[in-house]
Structures are given as structure tokens and as C-alpha cells.
């Protein structure tokens, strides 16, 4: 009788522990309530998955574990996309409220542009001219250094529309080692090689379900976000292409001095900014909280990322500590 009631107990004080065990888990995973949080002042590099990568392209010094983290704008704006002019100023697109602002050193900022049609990707030229795609209708706009009204570079071959994945053109990058432009053309899935003058495409890569920010590494290969096919797509200067999956909707892309991969994974679950060591494919999240939707990044020669979050209406630098 002893060992029986014994027996009833131990099972009745299991059973309790899965559903106190239980609940703690549902009402983790149940919790959708974005929060605006102040970032950390300092943090430690959390590792999260592996994948393959080539070889690493570059390691000017040692990849950095700990970064500070520090909010350079915040207010009624929604910076999107991000460029360093020629001064190494940051430049950010606003899709909202239709323009290009400079973030100046002290603070303040600069409207370069106004009255555009939903802005997205920036790029600059060598000689200071800016690119800037223009998603609602699919253009590409320049404007030349001193002037203040931008010109029609290129009307891209596909067509926007309100499905799912075919927004207009999203990111795109200057690639240095040919002089063009990366250009990919998110409604028809193509990532095109664009000449500077706006008159050549050159297919590099199709098949994309939604290609959008792009980078190049220093050996010529092209990196490009495909936002609804939960991967980055590398492209090398032979047309070869390898997908790298395992992301949620990946936005933009961009290399670190060492040469590492860095991710914007705007996926509600994840909303982070990622970094894929090039010499072993290990994945660490370099930054989650206080992102809500998390858009622009940009990289300095210093190290020092930049990342927009179009919604909570920042601009973060991360510095290596």
C-alpha cells in the first residue's frame, strides 16, 4: 500500500512539472509584441547556426567578438536603405516619406531629395554621383554631384505589382571590380550587370524569387538578398551560382573588413543582423534586440556597421569594442 500511494504521488508531482514546464514555454513563444527597448551598450557575439561559404576572401586582423552599440538617429523619420557618400557620411533613403537624407556628423540632417516614388537601394559612383533605385516604378535614377534634381538612368524590364514577392527594385550596389552596377530586378527575379551610363544589362543570375540588396566581396563574387526565398545568392565572375540558405527573409547584404558575410534578417521571428564567418560558415547573431524591422547596413573601412530600422525610426552604429 505504502509503495503504491508512493508511486501515485511521484506520478502526480510529473505530471505537474511537464505543465508548469509547459506553460513557461507557450507563453514564450506566444509573445508577438514588438518592443522599442534601448539597445545595450555592449555585447558579447551569440553563435547560432553553420553553412557553407567559399574561402574567406580577405582577414585584415582578427574578426571582433564585442561591439558597442549606439543610436545615431531616431525621430519621426524612416531610414530605409544606406550608403556612405564620399565623405564617408551616411545617406539613407526614406520608401514613406519619398525621400534621401544625409546624416551629418553633429546630428542633424540633410534632405538631398524630396518627391520620389518609394526609394530603396543607394549607390554611389567613384566620381560622387549618386544612384538610387526607385521601387514604385522600377527606375533607376542618378543625380550628379552638385545638382539637385535626379535624371532617369534606366526603367528596369519588370513590371510591380500588388502580388506577393514583386515589389519594384530594391537594393542595389556599385561593383568595383567591373565598374557597373548590380542591379537586381526583384519582379522578374533577375540580377543584372548594369553599365554606368544605364545603356547595357547584363544577366548575371535568374530564378530569383524576390533578388534585393546586393554586395560584392574582394574577389569579384556578388552576394544577393532573395528575400522570399529565405537565402543569399552567391554569384561568381564565371556565372556560377550557390544558394545559401537557412535564413528567414534576408534584406541586405554586406562584408566586414575580414571579409565575413553580414545578413539583415528582416523575418518578424528573427529580425537581427547576422554574420556568416567566411572561413568555417558559422552563423552569430551580431544584433536582435531593439530591432523591429530591421533594413539598411553599410560597413565603414573602420569596421563600424550601420543598420536602419525603417520602423522604429533608427540608425544604429556598431563599433567594435
Known amino acids: 500500500m505504502i509503495t503504491k500511494r508512493a508511486t501515485i504521488l511521484c506520478s502526480f508531482l510529473l505530471l505537474c512539472l511537464v505543465l508548469l514546464s509547459s506553460c513557461g514555454q507557450t507563453s514564450q513563444s506566444t509573445s508577438k509584441t514588438p518592443?522599442?527597448?534601448?539597445?545595450?551598450?555592449?555585447?558579447?557575439?551569440?553563435?547560432?547556426?553553420?553553412?557553407?561559404?567559399?574561402?574567406?576572401?580577405?582577414?585584415?586582423?582578427?574578426?571582433?567578438?564585442?561591439?558597442?552599440?549606439?543610436?545615431?538617429?531616431?525621430?519621426?523619420?524612416?531610414?530605409?536603405?544606406?550608403?556612405?557618400?564620399?565623405?564617408?557620411?551616411?545617406?539613407?533613403?526614406?520608401?514613406?516619406?519619398?525621400?534621401?537624407?544625409?546624416?551629418?556628423?553633429?546630428?542633424?540632417?540633410?534632405?538631398?531629395?524630396?518627391?520620389?516614388?518609394?526609394?530603396?537601394?543607394?549607390?554611389?559612383?567613384?566620381?560622387?554621383?549618386?544612384?538610387?533605385?526607385?521601387?514604385?516604378?522600377?527606375?533607376?535614377?542618378?543625380l550628379a554631384p552638385a545638382t539637385s534634381t535626379p535624371t532617369v538612368l534606366r526603367v528596369l524590364p519588370g513590371t510591380p505589382s500588388g502580388l506577393s514577392c514583386k515589389d519594384g527594385v530594391d537594393g542595389i550596389a556599385f561593383d568595383p571590380v567591373n565598374k557597373t552596377l548590380i542591379v537586381p530586378d526583384s519582379p522578374t527575379?533577375?540580377?543584372y550587370l548594369m553599365s554606368l551610363d544605364g545603356q547595357k544589362l547584363t544577366t548575371l543570375a535568374s530564378g530569383i524569387v524576390r533578388p534585393v540588396g546586393a554586395a560584392v566581396d574582394s574577389q569579384g563574387n556578388i552576394y544577393v538578398a532573395d528575400e522570399c526565398g529565405g537565402a543569399v545568392v552567391r554569384i561568381t565572375p564565371a556565372g556560377k551560382t550557390t544558394r545559401i540558405g537557412g535564413f528567414g527573409m534576408p534584406d541586405d547584404v554586406a562584408f566586414d573588413p575580414q571579409?565575413?558575410?553580414?545578413?539583415?534578417?528582416?523575418?518578424?521571428?528573427?529580425?537581427?543582423?547576422?554574420?556568416?564567418?567566411?572561413?568555417?560558415?558559422?552563423?552569430?547573431?551580431?544584433?536582435?534586440?531593439?530591432?523591429?524591422?530591421?533594413?539598411?547596413?553599410?560597413?565603414?573601412?573602420?569596421?563600424?556597421i550601420y543598420v536602419s530600422d525603417d520602423y522604429a525610426n533608427t540608425i544604429m552604429e556598431l563599433s567594435p569594442a
Open 35 to 142: 518592443t522599442r527597448t534601448p539597445l545595450l551598450p555592449t555585447f558579447t557575439v551569440m553563435p547560432t547556426l553553420t553553412s557553407t561559404l567559399s574561402t574567406p576572401t580577405s582577414t585584415p586582423g582578427a574578426t571582433p567578438l564585442h561591439f558597442k552599440v549606439r543610436v545615431l538617429l531616431t525621430g519621426a523619420r524612416r531610414p530605409d536603405d544606406l550608403v556612405l557618400d564620399p565623405q564617408g557620411r551616411l545617406v539613407f533613403s526614406d520608401f514613406y516619406n519619398g525621400t534621401v537624407s544625409r546624416l551629418n556628423a553633429d546630428g542633424s540632417v540633410t534632405l538631398l531629395l524630396s518627391g520620389l516614388a518609394g526609394p530603396e537601394g543607394l549607390a554611389y559612383l567613384p566620381d560622387g554621383t549618386l544612384i538610387i533605385a526607385e521601387q514604385t516604378t522600377n527606375r533607376i535614377l542618378q
Open 189 to 191: 527575379g533577375i540580377v
Open 259 to 304: 571579409g565575413n558575410l553580414l545578413v539583415i534578417d528582416l523575418q518578424p521571428s528573427i529580425h537581427a543582423l547576422i554574420r556568416v564567418r567566411q572561413a568555417t560558415g558559422q552563423r552569430e547573431t551580431l544584433l536582435s534586440k531593439g530591432l523591429i524591422e530591421p533594413q539598411g547596413l553599410v560597413v565603414d573601412q573602420r569596421g563600424n
